[in-house]
């Protein structure tokens, strides 16, 4: 119910607008969003690669029609790339994380077109610093849009990954085309309010869906981004590895930035490939609902910090 109404929240104005002048609440926004500048998300991105983290940096906006704010938006990403090259920070180890809604995807009948454009350019930033691109996966009404838009980027930039929403109905068969095309995936629960007809409801129905997802993602030549948080899902994530005799570089997990840090450090001591997600910029709302609304707790902690004098 609570997740309902926080992600029924998720894109209302005076909400946000609340929310970002008490000094309370911006602390407890920090917890999941490294700041609003870019300099603020090197600096938090550089420490974690210092303690021997991948990372992924998600530069906030989404759902974007401002032909301006859809420049700045990709503007912002291409600039981004070449400062992480600038400190040192450029190569696999860091990725940018699109979402396409930002690029204008959905901004008319030629909106994905130009964002496969925007995409592009990006790419080729990203590529001149050895940084690595993802696709994010939003609602499910982009799905075919962002698979197709990420099937073209990979014709050019092959190494270019997308997310797969396990919620999804369609998602095993998703994984399958992935596995041939052998595509970097990154496979998550799903984060977004669906209809019954496209989602599963029930968490036990969408953990069984994640499994049968990461087995074919396992079986074949797609580079698996285990990108959850849940222990019993990394757990099987590992067994799969062991099974199929993938290396450390062979698969990774992936977690959002202030969500069981200890346990990414855990696993990265332990030799395994870890990717932490970053997000940064002025428009973290959207994000920060989608956080809260993962988790009853966190939204007591977050209503008690309002409260404080
Ligand atoms: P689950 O929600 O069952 O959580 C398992 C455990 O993790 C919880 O019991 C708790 O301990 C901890 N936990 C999880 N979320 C927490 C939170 N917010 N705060 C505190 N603790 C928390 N979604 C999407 O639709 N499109 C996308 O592109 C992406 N991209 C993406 C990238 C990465 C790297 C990750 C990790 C996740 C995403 N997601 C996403 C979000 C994803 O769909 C999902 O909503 C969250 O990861 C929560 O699901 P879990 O798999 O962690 O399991």
């Not at 994905?112 to 690595?132: E, H, K, M, N, W």
Request: with cysteine.
């Amino acid at each position: 119910m609570l997740r309902r109404i926080l992600l029924s929240v998720a894109d209302h104005k005076r909400v946000e607008n609340a929310l970002r002048t008490p000094a309370a609440a911006r602390a407890v926004v920090q917890r999941f969003v490294a700041g609003e500048t870019a300099a603020q998300a090197v600096a938090m991105g550089s420490a974690l690669a210092t303690g021997g983290l991948g990372v992924t940096y998600n530069f906030l906006g989404e759902y974007q029609s401002d032909p301006e704010r859809i420049e700045r938006s990709c503007d912002a990403f291409v600039g981004f790339a070449r400062l992480l090259e600038d400190r040192g920070l450029g190569g696999p180890q860091s990725e940018l994380s699109l979402k396409l809604s930002a690029l204008g995807q959905l901004h008319g009948p030629d909106g994905p077109a130009r964002a496969l454009d925007r995409a592009r350019r990006i790419c080729t930033a990203a590529l001149a610093a050895g940084v690595l691109v993802t696709l994010d996966m939003e609602d499910h009404t982009t799905t075919d849009s962002t698979l197709e838009i990420a099937r073209e980027l990979r014709r050019d930039f092959p190494l270019t990954g997308v997310a797969v929403q396990a919620a999804l109905r369609r998602s095993p068969a998703d994984c399958a085309d992935l596995r041939a095309a052998g595509a970097r995936v990154r496979l998550v629960k799903g984060a977004y309010r669906e209809p019954d007809s496209v989602a599963l409801r029930s968490r036990a129905d969408v953990d069984r869906a994640y499994v049968r997802c990461l087995r074919t993602l396992f079986e074949g030549d797609a580079r698996p981004l285990v990108a959850t948080h849940d222990p019993r899902l990394i757990e099987i994530g590992s067994e799969l590895a062991r099974r199929h005799g993938r290396s450390p570089q062979g698969f990774e997990y992936q977690m959002l930035f202030g969500v069981r840090s200890a346990e990414q450090r855990r696993l990265a001591a332990a030799g395994h490939s870890v990717r932490v997600y970053l997000p940064f910029g002025p428009d973290w709302y959207g994000y920060f609902a989608r956080r809260l609304a993962e988790r009853p707790a966190n939204t007591l902690f977050f209503l008690r910090a309002l409260a404080r004098p």
